[in-house]
């Protein structure tokens, strides 16, 4: 997350001694995850949407001034996320067009299903160069209407006709997020033809999340891979980074840095931060649609900051709460933490690795070191 444009030397500095001190940070998160959207058009049997509550849009207005606030405290990246699909906001082009126009030097994302991207909204995407990501979870359409048998499998070829679009002439800044499960865990090679086919050069893995519903019970665990499944795929996804090394950059860290728990029935990242501590309370936040501020994402945090709609962002960032989560996080994996505060593999923890990296003073290629032992628990 953390960029060395001379610009932000500065800041990175900045952040880098408040991390590095445990002490309060010297300046605001450098990232951000606005989630501005909770509903979906689509219905994808391994999603957990159902585990939160029922939510709407964030006000636009609310977003903007809110975004004015943290990169007068040192943003560089502005992730507009949701429970949902973010491309449902009403006014998602205009406040992409806004912070582009007020903070030029501003990183913008965005995540999407890619099914509901006007050719308007395409525009905007493209002319703010603003980065993608887009759920695909499936390479073909026999796959995808298998994964959504509530939709109409014609979205799919949309999904495909939008990645195009976005990809022409920019395909690093798009990328196919495939998360895998029982359904789609044999159709990898269909994957990386999708990403030849539309010009995508970037693609992100992942196992899928587990989430408690509202029985307390893990919701859509039939759909898990267990633990063969799981050390076959990493050795499938790694062989392949390698295969396609300077044609495709392969994201696999939730696969190539993870055990499988057969205790929890999942793949967990806690053997790192048994030697390492979570820095992620100094550089990132994620504000939800009704205003809370979380440290991390929500089902890994301790609760809510504060909220944006009774505080400034800045009061809440160097909160008490906020203290009390760097705190905790610095020592979690150390002083014996609970697997399930996390819920899964560290979606940050590509973030940790640079942070602890630097801070350690290596500042050349990551050491890399894989788990302990693959049915290793915390």
């Known amino acids: 997350m953390l960029r060395t444009r001379p610009i932000n030397l500065w800041r990175d500095a900045l952040t880098l001694l408040g991390a590095g001190l445990r002490r309060a940070p010297l300046v605001g998160p450098r990232v951000v995850q606005l989630n501005i959207a909770d509903r979906c058009n689509l219905r994808c049997i391994m999603c957990n949407q159902s585990c939160f509550p029922p939510g709407g849009f964030l006000d636009p207005d609310r977003a903007i001034s809110l975004t004015d606030e943290l990169a007068a405290l040192g943003l560089q990246e502005l992730f507009w996320h949701g429970y949902g699909e973010p491309c449902l906001h009403p006014h998602l082009g205009d406040m992409i067009a806004t912070v582009g126009r007020r903070h030029p030097a501003l990183r913008q994302f965005t995540v999407s299903n890619g099914t509901c991207i006007s050719e308007t909204l395409v525009g905007i995407l493209r002319d703010r160069d603003v980065g993608v990501r887009i759920s695909a979870h499936a390479g073909d359409r026999e796959t995808w209407a298998r994964i959504h048998p509530q ?41 990386i033809r999708l990403a030849r086919k539309t010009g995508v050069r970037r693609i992100l893995f992942r196992p899928m999340r587990l989430f408690r519903g509202a029985s307390g019970a893990w919701m859509n665990d ?63 936040s994620v504000v939800e649609t009704d205003g809370r501020v979380h440290g991390c994402l929500p089902e890994s945090s301790t609760g809510p900051m504060g909220n944006i709609h009774q505080q400034s962002f800045r009061e809440i960032w160097w909160s008490d709460a906020y203290r009390s989560f760097r705190r905790d996080r610095v020592t979690c994996g150390r002083a014996g933490g609970n697997p399930e505060a996390c819920h899964t593999w560290c979606q940050h923890l590509d973030t940790n690795m640079r942070l602890n990296d630097l801070l350690s003073l290596r500042i050349g290629p990551r050491r890399r070191r894989a788990p302990a032992a693959a049915d290793g628990q915390w």
């Open 222 to 284: 039939h759909l898990m891979p267990g633990r063969e499944d799981f050390l076959h795929l990493r050795k499938q996804l790694l062989t392949l980074r390698e295969e396609l090394r300077g044609e495709m950059e392969l994201s696999l860290d939730a696969f190539a840095m993870s055990g499988f728990d057969s205790s929890l029935g999942r793949p967990v990242t806690g053997d790192y931060f048994l030697r390492h501590p979570c820095l992620i309370g100094w550089v990132f």
């Open 151 to 191: 939709n109409d499998p014609g979205l799919f070829d949309r999904m495909v006709e939008a990645i195009a679009c976005l990809a022409k002439g920019r395909p690093g800044r798009i990328e196919l997020l495939f998360a895998l499960f029982k359904t789609n865990r044999d159709q990898i090679d269909s994957m």
